[in-house]
């Protein structure tokens, strides 16, 4: 009789404890067993269940469990997050949604991930994507400068989608472009789509068209990911193709592309001080921004709507019709000093032109050296530009 008392009293408080309302936060479920007796009380409504057993209570040794939805902790559950957000690159919120779909199980939730991250792509396609990067590739034949875009700059500066954008850039160049010297032609979205290409990166590798490739890499990365298109351009005959990249995260890519077609025409000339002088000079362009190689090349539209604003500014002063004409004539002088490559003041010494510049590495070489083409891309706006050329025109009145 005594035993029993002994026995009643701990296990009325222990009930009452787990019946209070400071342990309902969650749900689960507790199991007080005693050796030969045990009963299950469920937060929810605290009703205590007991099993039918033969055997009478014969000791005071307690102990309870708790059943949570997850049989795993909550630094195991952190660590599987981790692990699955280093293998696929997803949203944090992503990964941890496809581990609990699949009860924790990463190589599962990795699978399912994959699935619902293509799905999510396409959904995704229709959205802005105006940041991203150039990616430019160069062999001795032609210099390919191809444009991957994505919705924020978040993205831009992801490992996974730089490796794509070089890839993309290096793919392009096995198709095939214009022969003619220093010819620059716009390569349409559609033209790399189907281009197979092979990747070798721990997080996307073996052989895939340009789309499919592009298509994982917006599921890993959870927004829009799309080609922006490209262009190609010829080396000389004989000379140099200079180029060079404006925030530039690694080797290959960047924001900002110059490219300098330079034509030697002795083929005997030596080639390091042009190479040297091209790769100024494709860091000028991407700084000065010209939009024509000479004042020959400048259209007649764009001509003729500078000459109108620049005549209405200097009848506002009143001044006669001949001093209004010498202003109009010399603001039009300082127009081509702006938007005229070869007018343009060096960015790096300011106290030569482009063309005294050429003139210089001329004597240099013993050869006449002169600019065959040239090309400024920023992203979200050169290519577009550049596809709308025929691309029989000089490409600088299109950079």
Known sequence: ?????????????????????????????????????????????????????????????????RHYSSEISSSEQTNLIKQLRERTSAPIKDVKTALVACNWDIEAAQKDLRKRGVVLASKKSSRTATEGLLALAQDEKKAVVVELNCETDFVSRNEIFQYLASSLAKSALSLEGSKQSSVAIPVGPECLEDLKMILDHPKISGQ???????????AMMGENVKLGGGISIASPSYGVLSTYLHTSPRPGVGRIAGILSLEVEDKNAPLDAVQRVGSEI?????????????????SSDALGN???????????TGKSQMAVDRMVEGRLRKYFEDVVLLEQKFVVDDTVNIKTLLNNLSKEVGSTVAIGNFLRVEVGEGLKRLEASSGTEPVAQAA
């Open 282 to 298: 494709a860091m000028h362009i991407v700084a000065a921004k010209p939009l024509f190689l000479t004042k020959e090349h400048v």
């Open 1 to 65: 009789m005594g035993f029993t008392r002994g026995v009643k009293r701990p296990i009325e408080i222990l009930y009452k404890r787990l019946s209070s309302s400071t342990n309902c936060g969650r749900a689960y479920s507790t199991s007080v067993a005693y050796r030969g007796r045990s009963f299950t009380m469920s937060s929810e409504n605290h009703v205590p269940v007991f099993p039918k057993h033969p055997d009478p209570i014969n000791s005071f040794r307690i102990y309870f469990t």
């Open 208 to 218: 895939k068209t340009v789309q499919s490739a592009i298509t994982e890499v917006a």
């Open 306 to 316: 500078e000459r109108e604003i620049l005549r209405s500014q200097a009848e506002s």
